[in-house]
């Protein structure tokens, strides 16, 4: 008696041992066994995620919750901990991740892979500027106006005062709403902007919002850059202006990309580095030799003229080395100027009988050609007629009417042409 212990109780410092540790609750949370491997794990988790989602009507702590208990199951290390020492012993380390970054990682929408995340970069900017030969030969600067987004300067983007800058509860600051459906066993997600925050992730009073950008963080404002055109840029040459574009907040700025359009020059043209020409002469320019002058694109005046005794015939190419374009980047290093010679024939009545018995006196007499008689000895004598080209391209059956080969009677022959039968002697 006298405060002796009696059967039903026990000695002050009996009893006392390790307090029991609760590591079933994550178990219990996916529904789960503790014996579970990591396929089981995932299979309950992407079950009830789809489930508890907040934008399938779910309950959002619930999915904290699933997210968490997933998050430390999913880690061997984490789970070797909680088996141990339960939650308590998770407490350093660290407070878990975000839902949504889970779900979207497991999902398919990208996640992180460690380290500081990448941030978003704002759309390109393209436009295109023409210039001429001229331009691009000699290199030049063209300006060019623009108007873009950019951080205000007066709430860094922020929008308002810091202070009274909430998190959209509808969204939970992503800015943008994720609707999963699931058809069967397939499962689809799609994202639009949040209604409520206008896709910001943030709500901002009205009295407390920035008075310069009206809350948005963002202002217009117009900038001119200066577009240098190198010497030999070609046609469809990109200048790009890095972070010149639209900025927004927590977003890379995007770029301004220009592409030159080459326009076509009245003289030249352009093939690579090359220029290519065309010249007409006369035909005694091509048999005697010439000389002609040459406004090149830098405003230079070039003296051309063919090697003496050199005759220029119909269809041969000239070229000039070193008088084409620059080379991009290199403009010291330059293409080929080609010119293709047009000779000009005199026409018939510039050539009267004793100027054609001069020619042929002066002229080399062409080869006579083997002439090719019938076996009967019969040649039939045919002058011929100068045409339009058009004439030469026109389909013959619309020029004869046709009616001499639209017979059926008559076999086809190689490549299409009928076999006309002749009557014999």
């Known amino acids: ?34 014996e579970a491997n990591e396929t089981e794990i995932k299979k309950a988790f992407r079950k009830l995620a789809i489930k508890t989602h907040p934008d399938k009507g779910g309950d959002p702590e619930k999915f904290k919750e699933i997210t968490r208990a997933y998050e430390v199951l999913s880690d061997p290390e984490k789970r070797k901990t909680y088996d141990e020492y339960g939650e308590e012993g998770l407490d350093g380390q660290g ?12 999902f398919g929408g990208g996640g992180r892979r460690g380290g500081p995340p990448t941030k978003k970069k704002c759309e390109n900017v393209g436009t295109t500027i023409k210039c001429t ?45 994720i609707e999963i459906r699931q058809l069967g066993p397939m499962i ?11 896709g910001k992730g943030k709500i901002i009073p009205d009295r407390y919002k920035c008075k310069t950008c009206g809350g948005s963080g963002i202002v217009k404002e117009r900038k001119v850059l200066d577009c240098h055109v190198d010497k030999g840029a070609p046609h469809g040459h990109k200048v790009v202006f890095s972070g010149e574009a639209d900025q927004k907040p927590d977003m890379v700025a995007g770029d301004v990309i220009v592409q030159i359009q080459q326009v076509e020059h ?49 269809g041969t190419i000239h070229v000039v080395k070193d008088e084409g374009m620059p080379t991009l980047k290199n403009p010291f290093l330059k293409g080929r100027l080609f010119v293709f010679f047009k000779i000009k024939f005199p026409e018939a009545s510039e050539l009267n009988e004793k100027a054609v ?10 080869p006579k050609p ?54 014999h002697q």
């Open 1 to 34: 008696m006298d405060g002796m212990p009696n059967g039903n109780g026990q000695g002050n410092g009996m009893g006392r041992g390790r307090r029991e540790v609760d590591n079933n609750k994550f178990y219990e949370v996916l529904g789960v066994p503790k």
């Open 188 to 198: 689809t997600q799609s994202q639009s902007v949040c209604p409520k925050c206008k």
């Open 95 to 106: 407070g878990g991740a975000d839902p949504s970054d889970i779900f979207e990682m497991f």
């Open 266 to 314: 009245e003289r030249f043209k352009r093939k690579g580095n090359d220029l290519i020409m065309e010249k007409e002469i006369s035909l005694v320019e091509a048999l005697t030799g010439f000389s002609f002058t040459l406004l090149h694109l830098d405003k230079r005046t070039l003296a051309i003229q063919t090697p003496k005794g050199h005759v220029v015939k119909p």
């Open 370 to 423: 083997a002439e090719s008689v019938s076996d009967d000895n019969v040649m039939e004598h045919h002058i011929v007629e100068e045409i339009e080209k058009d004439e030469f391209e026109r389909d013959p059956r619309k020029h004869t009417g046709g009616a001499a080969y639209d017979s059926d009677d008559e076999d086809d022959g190689p490549g299409g042409a009928r076999r006309v039968q002749c009557a």
């Open 133 to 177: 030969l001229e331009d691009t030969y000699n290199g030049t600067i063209r300006k060019l106006a623009i108007q873009r987004d950019r951080i205000c300067p007066d709430c860094n983007g922020v929008g308002g005062d810091k202070e009274h800058v909430t998190t959209c509860d509808m969204c939970n600051g992503t800015g943008v709403r």
């Open 357 to 366: 018995k001069e020619l042929n006196k002066i002229l080399p007499k062409p």
